[in-house]
């Protein structure tokens, strides 16, 4: 590589930070109710990245860390349709983005696994019609699931009506 690819190539890497702090204590929540660490701090830092999102390179630096932390959270974000990677014209290196309304899609995404979840906790309960605090448990259980799918799409709706409301 050339000098001046080399001078271009580490000003591009060279962006300034911001919200650092309220990324990593977001990341920590994502962490504590289950997601692994790493996608969860990349997924903050994307959240935050300038327009355009970040290099791998960019990633690890805002991060600290290694391009292979940086490489297994890419892809596992990826598989939940939570970032996207994107080529641009004249850049030898992708760029991720973190998806807009990705977490609403992923509820209404989820629906019919938790229709499915319902019905299949409605057998348990039928077979334990001889035990009624297992099956209370598993009605209960059940009950909720259908509930939660039906009000995800109301909430979704609501939602994506808000924003176009908010946005003209």
């Known amino acids: 590589m050339a000098d001046d690819e080399k001078a271009d190539a580490a000003a591009s890497d060279s ?18 109710a289950g997601m692994p660490r ?10 935050a990245a300038p327009d355009g999102g970040y290099t791998a390179a960019q990633i690890g630096d805002r991060l600290g860390v290694s391009a292979a932390a940086v490489s297994g959270a890419v892809r596992y974000l990826q598989q939940l349709h ?11 290196r992708d760029r991720y983005e973190f998806v807009h309304d990705t977490f609403s899609s992923s509820m209404v995404g989820n ?8 019905a299949y906790i409605d057998e348990i309960a039928t077979e334990h019609d001889d035990d009624p605090g297992a099956q209370d448990r598993a009605t209960e259980l059940a009950e909720f699931f259908r509930y939660l799918s039906e009000r995800m799409l109301q909430i979704v709706e609501d939602w994506r009506e808000l924003r176009r409301d908010a946005t003209g």
């Open 15 to 32: 962006v300034a930070h911001r919200a650092t702090g309220p990324a990593e204590q977001a990341a920590a929540m994502l962490t504590a």
């Open 111 to 118: 629906i019919p696994v938790y229709t499915r979840l319902a």
């Open 38 to 47: 790493m996608p969860a701090r990349v997924m903050m830092a994307l959240v």
């Open 82 to 92: 939570f970032i996207q990677r994107r080529s641009w014209p004249g850049d030898r």
